[in-house]
Every structure is written in structure tokens, then in C-alpha cells.
């Protein structure tokens, strides 16, 4: 091999082209797009957990309610859904049979905080004068339900999750029907109530 014929083959053989340049790019390119769709992904899961540990947060709330003012526990059944679309000032239930005035006067009370509570209301956003609640759980109902034959009570928050999934277990109605056709964005969670047993 003559020096003329190496030194064009070196000049051939320096650097990238650029087909090797571009083909880097896309591969570079489908790496970090798959990175996006993972992070996106957490996100989601980030975001139903927090949501559920709230709502898990908020059953136990009104579970310690209930065991607390249990001799007028039956009032807190009176009352239907809580939270989207109850108005706190609707909520009264100091004509209930069970329990002195002043136990009507305090179910009142923790149903009204409670209501407020699956509002978002104790955390809020002040923004040109008026106090917005931010910290809610997605469109939140609260449900407290008595069996007449036991004397259990189960009380249940349900709410909007991000995407379709199944539907929660038949027997957690609230909320039913109130997140699409099918409840595959409704989730839910229950607590069972023995106010007979607290001490």
C-alpha cells in the first residue's frame, strides 16, 4: 500500500457520519420518550396513593367520631351523602331520637366538619380575598351506613380516580353511579364501626 492510498483511507475512516449521527438521535430519541411514559406513569400512582391515604384518613375521622358520641351514634346515619353537592348549612340532625341535645348538637357538628373536610376545607388557598379548598380528595362523597339488624356501621368515602379501573367491591356503595356508567373510575374505601364496643 502506497502513503497516498493510507492517508485516504485514514481521511475515509475519521469521524461519524452523519447516518450513524441520526440513527444515535432516534435511538437516543425512543430511550427518553420511554423514560417520559414511566415518569408519567408514577405520577398517576403517585397521586392515587395520596388520594386513597386521604380518604383512608377521613373514614378513620368519622370512625373516631361516631365511637366517641355513641350514645347518639344513630344520628350520624340521618344525614345520606356528604361531601360534593351537600351544602354544610343543610346539615342538622338535632331532631334525631337518639341521645341528649347536647350529643344531637355534637353529631350536628362532626357532620358538618366532616362534610367540610371531604371538601378540602381544611387546607385552603387564599386567592383575591376569597379562601379556595385545595386540599379535597377528587370529587369525595362520604357515606355512613347502618345495618338495623347488627347495629354496625360502615362508613365509606368514595372518590374520582385518574384513569378506568374496576370498580370497587358491591358491598361499598357510596358514590355509586356518580363517576360514569360503570364505576370504573370510582374507588372507594370502608371502615366497619362497632359503636356499641368503644369504650
Known sequence: MTR???????????????????????????????????????????V???????????????ASRISTNRVAADCYDDEGTLGTGKATADIDVTACTAGSAAQKARATADLQDWNELLK?????????????????????????????????????????????????????TCGTGSYGADDANRRAVSITVFPTLAL
Open 48 to 62: 392515587e396513593s395520596y388520594q386513597r391515604s386521604q380518604a383512608l384518613m377521613l373514614v378513620q375521622d368519622m
Open 120 to 172: 378540602g376545607g381544611a387546607e385552603t388557598l387564599t386567592v383575591s380575598g376569597a379562601a379556595t379548598p385545595v386540599g379535597a380528595v377528587l370529587n369525595a362523597r362520604g357515606c355512613i351506613n347502618k345495618d338495623a339488624g347488627t347495629g354496625v356501621f360502615q362508613v365509606s368515602v368514595a372518590w374520582q380516580g385518574a384513569e378506568s379501573s374496576g370498580a370497587p367491591p358491591a358491598g361499598i
Open 4 to 46: 497516498k492510498q493510507s492517508t485516504r483511507r485514514a481521511r475515509v475512516q475519521r469521524g461519524a457520519t452523519l447516518i450513524e449521527i441520526l440513527v444515535s438521535m432516534v435511538i437516543l430519541l425512543v430511550g427518553l420518550l420511554g423514560l417520559i411514559g414511566v415518569m408519567i406513569q408514577s405520577q398517576r400512582a403517585q
